[in-house]
C-alpha cells in the first residue's frame, strides 16, 4: 500500500520539508510509502549536475519574471517547474523492491508512458536520457534521490518526476532544460490538440503507479 497525497499549488520549499520529514517517518516504520501529487509556483531548480552557462537569465532577472531558483539535493541538471505541470514526489521505501535504483528510474518512466496511453499517445524513452519522451521532444523530466536509510535497509526515495500537461512552455526558455540543447519539450495540451483536466491525468498516474508497482490498495487523502 502506498498513500496518495493531491496537495494542489504548493511552494517549492514548502514541498521540500514534507518530503524530507515524510522520508524520516517512512525509515522509522511511522509512515507507510507515500506519493505527493502537486503543483508548484514558476521554479527554477538546479541539481546536483547543474552547470551554471544553462540559467540563461541573471538572478535579478528570474526575480523579476517571478521564478524563484532553488539549489537541491536531488540528481541532474537545471529544470522548470509551473503551474499546469504534475509535479510527483513518490517517497518509496525502495528496499521493498530489491534496492535497484537503476529499475526504480525505468519503473518511473513506465508509470508515466502507461499513463500517457490512456489518453492515445505513443511516448517512450530516448536512449542515453532519463525521462519520458514524444519523438524528439521531452514531456517529463525524471530527477531523484536516494536517501540512504538509518533504521531500514535500503533506500528511501524522494524528489521524481514533472510531467508537463497545460504548462506554459515559455518559460522554458529561460534555461536549458537538463542541459539538453538539441532536443525540445512538450506538453499534453500540445500532443493531443486540447485541454486535459489535473484531475484525469492525476488519476492516469495512480492507475499506472498501481500497475508498474503492483501494490493492491491506495488511500487517496487530502492535505
Known sequence: MFVVKPLGMLSYQEAWELQKK???????????????????????????????????LSPKEYKQQGIEVVEIDRGGDVTYHGPGQLVGYPLFHLGERGNDA??????????????????AIRAGRKEGYTGVWVGEQKVAAIGVKFNRGRKRRGYITSHGFALNVHT????FQTIIPCGITQYGVSSLRELVGEEISME??????????EQVFNWQSISVTSQ
Not at 484525469?200 to 503507479?209: E, L, N, P, T
Open 168 to 171: 506554459d512552455l515559455r518559460y
Open 22 to 56: 515524510l522520508v524520516q517517518q517512512i525509515d522509522q516504520e511511522n509512515k507507510p510509502n507515500h506519493l505527493l501529487l502537486l503543483e508548484h509556483p514558476h521554479t527554477i531548480t538546479m541539481g546536483r549536475g547543474t552547470h551554471s552557462e544553462n540559467l540563461l
Open 200 to 209: 484525469q491525468v492525476i488519476s492516469a498516474i495512480i492507475h499506472g503507479f
Open 102 to 119: 537503476h529499475q526504480y528510474l525505468r519503473d518511473l518512466e513506465e508509470v508515466i508512458i502507461r499513463a500517457l496511453a490512456q489518453f
